[in-house]
């Protein structure tokens, strides 16, 4: 086994840009990697906790051994009210958005994205100013149960195949 080699804590502004960087790359284990080095140097640091959660729900539904409950666990690490709400959401968006590609029945997916809106009504209560982003999440998980049930009520089998357009894109209206 090798030893991971430590950062110092000057170098995490560096390590977040490339953290970032990754995840835009559709590189989430890099990212992840890289968060984990980060908080190795600096364990309550708050944006590198951030990346490490999405980093970790990037990977749902994708093959990798990454379950909700450790991600979920990340949450009580988060300082503020808002953020654990906010994130929360997100990760049980994420989830139910991995629920669906993988096939399971489509209830048990809009579960967990209504899960998510309730976490999303909370963090809007309790918004910082100017920041609608807990709306415009709860409207995405809105949006994506209201076209899969519409498409759903258009098929005759039980079982429906999800349309394209049911998928991790939010359609432009």
Not at 86 to 102: C, D, H, M, N, T
Not at 108 to 125: F, G, I, P, S, V
Not at 129 to 147: S, Y
Request: charged share 25%; glycine share 4%.
């Amino acid at each position: 086994m090798y030893e991971i080699k430590s950062i110092s804590a000057e170098t995490i502004p560096s390590a977040l840009n490339k953290a970032e960087r990754y995840r835009l790359l559709n590189e989430p284990r890099e990212a992840e990697s890289i968060c984990r080095d980060i908080l190795g140097a600096d364990p309550d640091h708050q944006q590198g906790l951030v990346l490490l959660l999405l980093s970790l729900t990037d990977q749902f539904g994708h093959g990798y051994d990454v379950s909700l409950k450790s991600v979920q666990n990340l949450l009580t690490r988060l300082r503020g009210e808002y953020e654990r709400a906010y994130y929360a959401g997100v990760i049980l968006e994420r989830w139910g958005k991995a629920q669906l590609q993988s096939g399971i029945p489509s209830d048990t997916a809009h579960d967990w994205l209504r899960e998510a809106m309730l976490c999303y009504d909370t963090a809007d209560a309790i918004h910082p100013p100017d920041n609608a982003e807990a709306i415009l999440r709860w409207n995405t998980c809105a949006r994506i149960i209201n076209q899969c049930s519409s498409q759903e009520m258009t098929t005759t089998s039980r079982t429906p195949t999800l349309a394209p357009d049911c998928d991790d894109e939010v359609p432009v209206i």
